[in-house]
């Protein structure tokens, strides 16, 4: 190839990229984040007023830090490469919250689908939207009220439209459903979910929210809480060893919730919608653990019953039980980094640095934004 071409191959390159990641920019005032267990950062022990206990936290945090992880959540590492801080739970009330740079409403177990008296959690996408619109209709409010004093802790108006609407949420519905409906029931009932989904999304929208950042939900099949309920039969298995149902389900919600993200972004041009694919990192991980210096795609770190899952769901991780007669308790492993599975739901931390740094990649977007690499220095482990 002689220069003039090579010249020409790096300018329609550029020119590409250019158009096809205009759209994310990352210069965000705030951010506002939706979602469940895998983005709470404290909001269900807060809200239930409930325990989370070491080892939880004990990596990074070295107190539980009310998160269902040893350390770090994706949201964590995702707002300090935006240069943020930690995101403050919406029901916190001590600790001195602050809300400057936005609020997390996200709650472990919550659903898209209103909340039922047996959900483990009331705070339901909707319901988490209606305290959003409360968050900042109270916040106007007081900053209008006292002046310069509140200043420092609350968004003022122009953060709610150059915020960063963030939504992570999906899992329990997919999951929770296979409880009480069959494959094809729980394929059935996605286009109601999203729908849900949908009108929550156009709600923020009214209240002045324009740049969404969506993740798709994971490998659900290869999480050892639906291997253990589900996959005893091996005929249920995949080659990886995760239950296949659970994995078509959440693949068909996936492509039904990215075709529900590019047609709100045709429906409303003036929003940026970003739909990140955790599906392929989380199933790339898995599949291909021991290249990303993982030892274990499946077993349990914080558990109890030895391989292959190390799981009971009797038993959740650092609690204490008596079964049998014999008194037991659900033990860390003695190094979770060589894990990416934490408590037989959630992924460790080593694994959320590891699905953090992919999705700053900006390769498992829509639109992607690899023109934006500097920004993956910050990084920080
Ligand atoms: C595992 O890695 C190979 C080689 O990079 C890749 O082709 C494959 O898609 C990966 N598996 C998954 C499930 O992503
Ligand atoms: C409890 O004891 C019963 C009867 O011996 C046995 O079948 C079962 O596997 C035991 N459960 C556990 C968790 O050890």
Redo the contacts with the bound molecule.
Sequence with gaps: MNITMRFFYVFVFVTMHIQNSSSVDFDYLAAFNFGDSNSDTGDLVAGLGIHLDLPNGQNYFKTSSQRFCDGRLVIDYLMDAMDMPFLNPYLDSLGLPNFKKGCNFAAAGSTILPATPTSVSPFSFDLQISQFIRFKSRALELLAKTGRKYEKYLPPLDYYAKGLYMIDIGQNDIAGAFYSKTLDQVLASIPSILEAFEAGLKRLYEEGGRNFWIHNTGPLGCLAQNIAKFGTDSTKLDE?GCVSSHNQAAKLFNLQLHALSNKFQAQFPDSNVNYVDIF?IK??????YS?FGFENPIMVCCGIGGPPLNYDSRISCGQTKVLNGTTVTAKACDDSSEYINWDGIHYTEAANHFVSSQILTGKYSDPPFSDQMPFLLSLKF
């Design positions: 990886f392929s199933s790339n991980l898995i599949a291909n290249r």
